[in-house]
């Protein structure tokens, strides 16, 4: 499979789905990442635009309350939430043709101003984790699909906060259906270098969400975009690059001028 440019929903206002994919497979973006917050409501709307624009849904965000609850809750209930969601989501993820289910194991929403991370908080919950996530695994792999596990940074959760950690629970659940999303922001801010994180977990990295250090469109910050694509193309990646991030002036002049950028710096690194 080539790599993908990918483009997730919600980052600037629209009026219908069938608009947001026209608009989008003209700027030239290859997929859609969609929302998934009552996704399983819009499913024809989903279905019908992306045909339409002939842009596949390659990604499902939850977002907002897409999956309520969590995974690593102390009450049978709000584990019970997660759970019914990432099901439902499961399901339309392979109603979409497979896309994959991007999965945030916990938000620490009380979080402020972390000094350093808890990486204590990781060893403490990796196993319960993992035993919640064991059955979810062999569901996916039944449907087809892949679940892509998404660390943040510290300053965003106490559970989860780096590739290597991600990878390091692929390696353990030994499941093909579950993943690691590798977020460029938040790799900025954990990872001393990004492209040696990525060169060492490749092999679980099949999505990566695409941010500048700012959170906005990649060029409007200071990442430096052609270190991660060469170290990319050195491990003959071939997945999803998917811009989430914030847009900063007029959307029909940045995005595509961000895409454009992307593309030609991804070109140039190639081997």
């Not at 991007?102 to 908080?121: I, Q, S, W, Y």
């Not at 919640?132 to 792999?141: M, R, W």
């Not at 998917?242 to 710096?265: F, N, V, W």
């Amino acid at each position: 499979m080539a790599t993908i440019f990918a483009f997730q929903e919600g980052l600037f206002p629209y009026q219908t789905e069938d608009a947001l994919y026209a608009q989008l497979r003209g700027w030239g973006f290859d997929a859609v990442e969609v929302w998934g917050e009552k996704l399983d409501e819009r499913m024809d709307r989903v279905k019908s635009a992306s045909h339409a624009a002939g842009l596949p849904v390659c990604g499902i965000c939850p977002g907002g309350a897409g999956i309520r609850g969590s995974l690593l809750s102390g009450d049978p209930e709000a584990r019970g939430l997660a759970i019914g969601d990432i099901r439902t989501l499961l399901q339309c993820a392979a109603e979409l043709g497979g896309a994959s289910l991007n999965l945030v194991p916990e938000f620490g929403a009380d979080k402020f101003m972390a000094l350093h991370p808890d990486l204590n908080d990781y060893q403490n919950r990796r196993q319960r984790f993992l035993d919640q996530l064991g059955p979810l695994a062999i569901e996916a792999e039944k449907l087809g699909v892949t679940i892509i596990l998404e660390p943040l940074n510290r300053y965003e959760a106490f559970f989860l906060i780096t590739v290597d950690q991600a990878a390091n629970l692929c390696r353990t659940l030994a499941s093909p259906a579950v993943r690691v999303l590798a977020d460029l922001f938040h790799m900025n801010i954990e990872d001393a270098d990004m492209p040696g994180a990525l060169a060492r977990g490749i092999r679980f990295i099949p999505y990566i969400h695409l941010a500048d250090s700012n959170r906005l469109l990649p060029g409007h910050g200071h990442t430096d975009f052609r270190a991660v694509f060469q170290a990319l193309q050195k491990a003959e990646f071939s997945g999803v690059l998917s811009m989430e991030c914030g847009i900063p002036g007029d959307p029909e002049k940045t995005i595509p001028a961000s895409l454009q950028l992307m593309r030609k710096l991804y070109a140039d690194t190639g081997y």
